[in-house]
């Protein structure tokens, strides 16, 4: 055991603490910062929108169910902005987005700035300085070294709930083996013309496709003894360019909490990449002639942390589409559970749109703190369904604007807000709630 000690560089105070770019960080410190609030935005990547871009995770869903929009606000308008900056087309009637992971960076990084935020990329989140239930400063690392940050309300968007693990937030349990990850891959020089093919590309319908001729063929070459690496789906989505798509089927056992686990599964998921790619190139005529061009920089994280909020969610409630008097957002994904070890995955769709509570955002023992997106309080059955772009996008969103909301009747705790309040301004902002 080694002990350090230093003074290092302090930057704030700030009104809101945003740590984590990704689509729930963006919403969040965007509505903060358009309600008032003086905010800033902590990013590990050199650039915005976490397991969007840097993971390649392609579309963003889902905003419709049953051919009806129920998902609106900032998610919403940020698909908006992309299609219009020709980055995306929409998917009807399930309304999923397919996008470029390049613009949806671009565009990230303009309504942030436009907005007004101070934001830190390259930096990774280190520590917390925490007591008396509240988070005082959030230490940092990048090139300039340490740093503490300070905001008075903090909103963990980490993805992996990092900021609350710091501050010794309880995490709720796995009662099965986490899902799986995935090394999602782009190609290029794709015929993606032929009958079974030229639906990725079918502007009129915008459809997210799963190759169900391409695990059929996996599945017959690995009856003869070909090595087939553990795959899922596969999926093959647009990036709205002809000839260009990227591929969701590579899978691998992960604990993307754990950084040597982590490392491990994807230096594996890198080579079944290429090995998927060679399958392809030498048995599907459509991708004789395709070439890598890219493959995300981030491993895909489906499931690592949790938090117990002061709700959570449970699968009943979610597949019931159970209504709250503090709902902020809601979810139409299906419960989506991918099953390491094996190829399978087991779906269950709710009866109509589910909400989520204010409550699930609220860990407990921490007062000046919120969680959104993937980590929020949910049991695994409806994680399995909230963990979704659109969704994560409302929660932040969410998060945003309560706290926006306490810095401007000066600086009240999270729960003093009127949620009312919050449920009212939500809807004003597009959020779709009864």
Request: hydrophobic share 40%; glycine share 10%.
């Amino acid at each position: 055991m080694t002990r350090y000690s230093r003074d290092i560089p302090f930057l704030g105070p700030f009104d809101v603490l945003v740590c984590g770019g990704g689509p729930a960080g963006i919403a969040a410190a965007v509505t903060a910062a358009e309600n008032g609030a003086n905010v800033a935005l902590l990013e590990q990547n050199s650039y915005l929108g976490g397991m969007a871009t840097g993971g390649c995770v392609n579309p963003m869903s889902e905003f419709s169910y049953k051919g009806e929009r129920v998902i609106g606000g900032f998610a919403w308008r940020f698909a908006h902005e992309l299609i219009k900056a020709n980055g995306a087309i929409l998917e009807e009637p399930r309304g999923n987005l397919s996008f470029n992971p390049e613009i949806y960076k671009l565009v990230a990084q303009r309504l942030v700035n436009q907005a007004g935020i101070h934001l830190l990329t390259n930096t990774f989140i280190a520590d917390c300085i925490f007591d008396s239930d509240m988070l005082h400063q959030i230490i940092v690392a990048n090139k300039n070294g340490l740093q503490a940050v300070s905001g008075r309300y903090v909103i963990d968007t980490t993805g992996d709930a990092d900021v609350a693990f710091h501050a010794g937030v309880p995490m709720l349990p796995n009662t099965r083996p986490a899902q799986p990850g995935t090394l999602i891959f782009s190609l290029a020089n794709v015929d993606t013309t032929t009958p079974r093919m030229h639906i990725i590309h079918q502007k009129n319908n915008h459809i997210h496709h799963s190759a169900s001729f391409i695990r059929e063929l996996f599945e017959k070459l690995r009856g003869e003894g070909v090595d087939v690496p553990q795959f899922g789906g596969p999926w093959f989505c647009s990036t709205v360019d002809d000839g260009c798509i990227t591929v969701n089927m590579s899978r691998a056992p992960m604990d993307a909490v754990d950084a040597l686990n982590y490392q491990h599964a994807t230096a594996q998921l890198r080579e079944n990449v290429f090995r998927f790619v060679s399958l392809l190139k030498q048995h599907v005529p459509e991708f004789k002639n395709c070439v890598i061009s890219s493959i995300a920089p981030m491993t895909g994280v489906r499931q690592s942390r949790r938090i117990k909020g002061k709700h959570i969610l449970t699968g009943t409630e979610y597949l019931e589409a159970t209504p709250f008097a503090d709902s902020i957002a809601r979810a139409c994904h299906p419960v989506d559970i991918h099953l390491p070890g094996s190829d399978g995955q087991i779906l269950h769709y709710p009866e109509t749109a589910a909400y989520i509570p204010f409550r699930s955002l609220q860990p407990e023992g921490v007062s000046n703190l919120l969680v959104a997106g993937r980590p929020i309080s949910a049991d695994e059955d409806a994680f399995a369904g909230v963990r979704v772009q659109a969704t994560c996008m409302e929660t932040g969103e969410a998060a945003g604007l309560a706290t926006a909301l306490c810095v401007k009747q000066g600086g009240i705790p999270l729960d003093s807000l009127d949620l009312t309040e919050v449920t009212s301004k939500i809807r004003e902002g597009g959020t779709i709630l009864p």
